[in-house]
């Protein structure tokens, strides 16, 4: 079974960036598409990107286009999200997940096997 564990979170301010990464164990991560999900205390959890299996298609929430890039690297096992001009309304613990399906770069919860523990990004005013 394939587990997934977040780094890369942290406190910076707006306008900062970061970048996280998702590092995957199992052989099956390279099959499947990858998504990063976020939840902001007292919300429910929210899309923000994802990635088909050979990083071709892509899919981004409205709130994060232009700013943030999905990207993953299967030879490492890991997928990464650049966040660039954080903004505090993006404080949230970000989550990755593992998709049912190879290419199609879903936008639910539902449509998500596997989830990591989360990696906390705090952006101050």
Known sequence: ?????????????????LRLSCAASGRTFSSYAM????????????????ISRSGDNTNYADSVKGRFTISRDNAKNTVYLQMNNLKPEDTAVYYCALGYFSDYVGSRISEYTTWGRGTQVTVSS
Do not use: D, N
């Open 35 to 50: 998504a990063w999900f976020r939840q902001a205390p007292g919300k429910e959890r929210e899309f923000v990107a994802s």
């Open 1 to 17: 079974q394939v587990q997934l564990v977040e780094s890369g979170g942290g406190l910076v301010q707006a306008g900062g960036s």
